[in-house]
């Protein structure tokens, strides 16, 4: 079952950037879906993987995710 998870990438900047962070993830998972908004510094991905394996590929391709802000 797939599910979307939004992350908030400060370090993406650039298209080369956008591409790097989709070579992560589909590496990880090929059948990811990922949708990037450069302008905002974000990219969804809809997987099948749990959003700690997806953060830590981001991370270790040299975006890490910002901490997620939790509402009140």
């Known amino acids: ?18 591409s790097s962070v989709a070579r992560a993830v589909i590496e990880l998972d090929p059948h990811a879906r990922i949708a990037p908004e450069l302008a905002r510094r974000q990219v969804r991905v809809l ?12 991370a270790e391709a040299g975006y890490p995710p910002a901490p997620e802000i939790q509402s009140a």
């Open 47 to 58: 997987s099948g993987l749990g959003r700690e394996e997806l953060a830590e590929a981001l």
């Open 1 to 18: 079952m797939s599910r979307q998870h939004l992350f908030h990438l400060p370090g993406m900047q650039c298209g080369r950037c956008v």
